[in-house]
């Protein structure tokens, strides 16, 4: 019957509101800059490097010939990410389970917590000069530079990251399950194994693949605890070559051919690192959790 | 009888071993429904609290409480909110002592077996004392048949397909998933989902059922199955269902037990709790004084 008045918006309300949305585009246009940027230029001065050959022979280090190609820093990163992976993921996930499920307010597991917090705030390069003095310099294993050496640092730098992505995904599920499976008398350690792992597995696999990314780009672990080298290595105890630390050696070279190595093995390795995004991606997608 | 039951929660006694009951007391009100013609008589067990205090950290939420459950009848505890009606039945499960800084003192024996006893692992209470939690709650990562299945899975015992069927039938939802058993429980809609849970409590094969709220989240067509389905269950187990829907309790329960602030204040056949009752608090809250 009566119609409602409605008083109409007021001008200044309606001109703030234009601001705050103008603002807040303006910004988002601003922080996409550089991505794009860096991508094109990625792109744009890697792209000539690419060939099959790039990616199948050793670089050769000479200076004027033929520069070669990266295949020994490919191997050394999988390589090395690899069995820095293989070692940190289960003790990361290890240490977030028992931080979730068994010693969730004890004192033990705030302090564990905190220096969780802490590493992962220590500038990477001190892992690599940790390593440097304690296993590089005193040769341990026979060896100055390993390949070995490279993975410890890296372990060490993705042990906080895995630790404190696994621990939010584990909080994250629902305590109600926790109780369907003590209520059906299942022991606390098959309820983790059964039911809080399988449904925090996508999360847990989002959180490795970060970690694994964040990894495979670091240089600064790497240059005193693997060294650069030219020739593939597949032991562990020798010097391994790696893509960070190539693009490390070449990028500064008065070469204009290695300069373009460099920028061939930036592209693969982001790449690389964008397949694993992707992969993490995908499985987050197919969580039940979110 | 010698006294063999204190063996019957420990770890070594298998359910085969322990000793057979006497047959139960006719339920006051053997309602043969369409459907039910599955469910078997079998002799469960009865629940006896004695002195029960139980506390949150501080709180002291439990106050002496005695109360008795009869074998294969439907208990409702109803009381308004924080009576203590959930702790109690968490309390009879040890499912109470899970919460961190939470503790309870007394007894409470299933036959004459006293939960509580250091003997008893806790693991053996909760097999054969189930539990249907207010929310639907299947495990999001499993099937239909592997939520059912779950219980046994979990306590390492071997599952068949036959167990699943006859808890899903059951819990009335056999003719519902039998063609979908390997689809994710979450699937299901909410009052299936609550069917699941308590099919994946019976197939343990309990002797005590505790239902804490199990209808309040749901639509009222479900509640209604809820409800047939605890008249069907008092043939097999022992019902203790917590309700805040004082209609509920009046239509599924055979004792009620009117609970406040941490103390009972009545408990007797629910036509008496309802008509007649000899508090007045019991009174006020039935007819929706307060609370």
């Keep these: 019957m009566s119609s409602i008045a409605f008083e109409p918006v007021s001008a200044r309300r309606r001109r703030v509101d234009k601001l705050a949305r103008g603002s807040v585009a303006v910004l988002t246009a601003a922080a996409l800059v550089p991505l794009v940027l860096i991508l094109y230029y990625l792109v744009k001065q890697g792209i000539g490097a690419i060939s099959l050959s790039f990616f199948t022979t050793d670089p050769t280090g000479s200076f004027l010939g033929d520069p070669g190609g990266i295949k020994s820093a490919i191997v050394g990163t999988v390589l090395m990410v690899g069995l820095a992976a293989v070692v940190a993921v289960p003790v990361g996930v290890g240490v977030a389970i028992w931080l979730v499920e068994f010693g969730r307010g004890s004192k033990l597991a705030h302090a564990v917590r905190y220096f969780i917090d802490v590493m992962t705030g220590v500038p990477s390069i001190v892992f690599g000069l940790f390593v440097y003095i304690t296993l590089v310099l005193a040769g341990v294993g026979g060896s100055s530079f390993a390949g070995w050496k490279g993975s410890v640092a890296l372990g060490l730098l993705m042990l906080p990251i895995v630790t404190r992505s696994a621990e939010v995904v584990l909080l994250l599920v629902p305590n109600a399950l926790r109780e369907a499976a003590y209520a059906l008398g299942a022991p606390r350690w098959r309820t983790v194994f059964r039911v809080v792992l399988p449904t925090a597995l996508p999360g847990i696999v989002t959180g490795v693949l970060l970690a694994i990314a964040r990894a495979a780009g670091e240089t600064a672990p790497l240059l005193f605890t693997a060294a650069v080298v030219n020739a593939t290595a597949f032991n562990y105890n020798d010097r391994m070559n790696s893509l960070p630390a190539l693009i490390f050696q070449n990028v500064g070279q008065a070469q204009d051919r290695l300069v373009t190595i460099a920028w061939g093995a930036a592209l693969t390795l982001v790449a690389m690192i964008l397949m694993l995004t992707l992969i993490a991606r995908m499985i987050q997608r197919r969580s039940r959790l979110s | 009888m010698s006294d063999p039951a204190p063996n019957a929660l420990r770890r070594d006694v298998t359910p085969d071993q322990i000793p057979s009951h006497e047959p139960p007391v006719a339920p006051a009100r053997p309602v043969p429904r369409a459907g039910a013609a599955t469910a ?65 003192s007394g007894r409470i024996l299933l036959d004459d077996v006293d939960v509580y006893d250091t003997s008893i692992d806790v693991v053996a209470v909760r097999r054969s004392i189930g539990m249907v939690f207010q929310k639907p709650n299947p495990f999001p990562t499993m099937s239909i048949f592997d939520n059912v299945a779950a ?11 036959e167990q699943v069927e006859t808890a899903l039938r059951g819990a009335g939802l056999w003719e519902e998933v039998k063609d979908r058993l390997s689809k994710p429980g979450i699937g299901l809609s909410g009052g299936q989902q609550q069917r699941l849970c308590i099919a994946r409590a019976l197939a343990v094969e309990p002797d005590v059922l505790l239902m804490d709220e199990p209808a309040s989240a749901l639509d009222p067509i479900s509640t209604l199955k809820i409800e047939e389905l605890v008249e069907e269950l008092k043939s097999r187990v022992t019902i203790v269902i917590v309700t805040h829907n004082m209609q509920q309790a009046a239509r599924v329960a055979d004792e009620t037990a009117f609970l406040l602030d941490g103390e009972l204040v009545e408990v007797g056949p629910t036509e008496k709790i309802f008509t007649n009752p000899d508090d007045s608090r019991t009174e006020e809250y039935v007819t929706g004084k307060f609370g």
């Excluded at chain 2, 219980?151 to 397909?161: I, Q």
């Design chain 2, 40 to 104: 078997t008589q079998r002799a469960a067990r009865s629940v006896t609290v004695e002195r029960l205090n139980a506390w949150y950290g501080d709180q002291h939420s439990i106050k002496d409480l005695t109360l008795s459950f009869a074998p294969n009848r439907a208990t409702a505890l109803i009381g308004p909110s924080g009576s203590g009606k959930s702790t109690v039945v968490r309390c009879i499960n040890r499912m109470h002592e899970e919460i961190p800084g939470a503790r309870a």
């Design chain 2, 151 to 161: 219980g046994l899975k979990l306590t390492a015992r071997k599952v068949g397909h």
